[in-house]
């Protein structure tokens, strides 16, 4: 099971940090990611990371903003999300990839098959 946590109200310019927390099983060894769901708009791709964390994936759109960790031993993985947005708001949802087919190509991360339950991020003008 992943749980995300961490999400809220803040204003434009501010800065949250999400957590993905699994349990049931260790997540240790799975590509893990973020995507996100505005109101009225299709899921889209944020931010992923390798099983080992060395290597990391970002949408364009959250680029030099966001960044993601994780922390094998704690069976958890964080979005640092600065410089927030109105556009930023959406409900953030965590994956993984527990088939080890995901894969990166322009902008987009595909191929994660466990998600959790989303926390939602509002950001005000």
């Known amino acids: 099971q992943l749980q995300a946590s961490g999400g809220g109200f803040v204003q434009a310019g501010g800065s949250l940090r999400l957590s993905c927390a699994a349990s049931?099983?260790?997540?240790?060894?799975?590509?893990m990611g973020w995507f996100r769901q505005a109101p009225g708009k299709e899921r889209e791709f944020v931010a992923a990371?390798?099983?080992?964390?060395?290597?990391?994936y970002y949408a364009d759109s959250v680029k030099g903003r966001f960044t993601i960790s994780r922390d094998n031993a704690k069976n958890t993985v964080y979005l640092q999300m600065n410089s927030l947005k109105p556009e930023d708001t959406a409900v953030y949802y965590c994956?993984?990839?527990?088939?080890?087919?995901?894969?990166?190509?322009?902008?987009?991360?595909?191929?994660?098959?466990?998600w959790g339950k989303g926390t939602l991020v509002t950001v005000s003008s």
């Open positions: 994956a993984a990839d527990t088939r080890s087919s995901s894969w990166y190509d322009k902008g987009h991360y595909y191929g994660m098959d466990y």
């Open positions: 049931g099983r260790t997540f240790s060894s799975y590509a």
């Open positions: 990371i390798s099983w080992s964390g060395g290597s990391t």
